[in-house]
T-cell receptor, first 113, second 112 residues
Framework: DVKVTQSSRYLVKRTGEKVFLECVQD?????MFWYRQDPGLGLRLIYF???????EKGDIPEGYSVSREKKERFSLILESASTNQTSMYLC????????????FGEGSWLTVV | AQSVTQLGSHVSVSEGALVLLRCNYS??????LFWYVQYPNQGLQLLLK??????LVKGINGFEAEFKKSETSFHLTKPSAHMSDAAEYFC??????????FGTGTSLTVIP
């Protein structure tokens, strides 16, 4: 089974702190994604990556950055957390050669106070 | 731009009744289409997907969906709702297989 692991399920951070959300997938997937999920807004794409060291902005990249130094790991970084970044963050990956199914991690609940 | 519309952010059905969750998409080319389910405090799990084979797709837990190109729809159905079906359901479209566009979700409540 494909496994996408988000290391932190629940975090509470203070305004202005730097926040790292880590995601690891174990199926050698090329594409990885970070979404945020908010009530009534569904999933919104923050950033995605097609390969190591490659990144592309999604629909709401402001206030976020990402890092992909290894194929299996895709990190989301909040340089200076703000209260409007309180949300559920979902990491996902796909294998372009396996029917393009997108697999999700369990999610990281971030609260910024 | 691609878009996915899920009609009804909240749907309630009685246990044993038909479940119908609606999804319409905009796409200029035949897309990949998906339904995902999300249980509380969990990520999204794949229910079923359409990849241009049979238009009626069967998924897990008794769910199925029918691709209707003329209506640009991919509605999700289940003949008889079970209490364990209570969850959030997301429709998604992927025109090229590399990017995904999700609907805003439908919360399904099953009444005993």
């Amino acid at each position: 089974d494909v496994k996408v692991t988000q290391s932190s399920r629940y975090l509470v951070k203070r305004t202005g702190e730097k926040v790292f959300l880590e995601c690891v997938q174990d199926m050698d997937h090329e594409n990885m994604f970070w979404y945020r999920q908010d009530p009534g807004l569904g999933l919104r794409l923050i950033y995605f990556s097609y390969d190591v060291k490659m990144k592309e902005k999604g629909d709401i990249p402001e206030g976020y950055s990402v890092s992909r130094e290894k194929k299996e790991r895709f990190s989301l970084i909040l340089e200076s957390a703000s209260t409007n970044q309180t949300s559920m963050y979902l990491c996902a990956s796909i294998n372009r050669n396996s029917g393009n199914t997108i697999y999700f991690g369990e999610g990281s609940w971030l609260t910024v106070v | 731009a691609q878009s996915v519309t899920q009609l009804g952010s909240h749907v309630s059905v009685s246990e044993g009744a038909l479940v119908l969750l609606r999804c319409n998409y905009s796409s200029s080319v035949p897309p990949y289409l998906f339904w995902y389910v999300q249980y509380p405090n969990q990520g999204l799990q794949l229910l079923l997907k359409y990849t241009s084979a049979a238009t009626l797709v069967k998924g897990i837990n008794g769910f199925e969906a029918e691709f209707k190109k003329s209506e640009t729809s991919f509605h999700l159905t289940k003949p008889s709702a079970h209490m364990s079906d209570a969850a959030e359901y997301f429709c998604a479209v992927s025109p090229t297989g590399n990017q995904f566009y999700f609907g805003t979700g439908t919360s399904l409540t099953v009444i005993p």
